[in-house]
C-alpha cells in the first residue's frame, strides 16, 4: 500500500481549514468563559487527526495528546 505525500502548500491550507472548522465547532464554549482555551485545545485535536492519519495508513503513529491540562491561574 503506497500513498502520496501531497505538496505542503495543500497541506497547510487543509490543516488551516480543519482548524478554522474545529475552532467555530468549540466557539459554543465562549459562552461558558472557556474561549481562551478554544486555540489551543484545536491544536490539539489536529495533532490527533493528524495521528490518526498516518496510523490508518500503516505507519505507526501513537494517537494520543501528550497534553496535560493547566490549571487555571487565579
Known amino acids: 500500500m503506497s500513498f502520496q505525500k501531497i505538496p505542503d502548500e495543500e ?5 488551516t ?3 478554522w472548522q474545529i475552532g467555530k ?3 459554543v ?3 461558558y468563559g472557556l474561549g481562551d ?11 490527533l487527526a493528524e495521528k490518526y492519519a498516518m496510523a490508518i495508513r ?9 497534553y496535560a491540562r493547566k490549571r487555571p491561574t487565579e
Open 58 to 66: 500503516g505507519k505507526d503513529a501513537k494517537i494520543e495528546t501528550g
Open 37 to 47: 482555551y478554544i486555540p489551543e485545545v484545536t491544536s490539539v485535536i489536529v495533532g
Open 11 to 15: 497541506y497547510q491550507k487543509l490543516t
Open 17 to 19: 481549514g480543519l482548524k
Open 25 to 27: 465547532a468549540l466557539g
Open 29 to 31: 464554549f465562549n459562552c
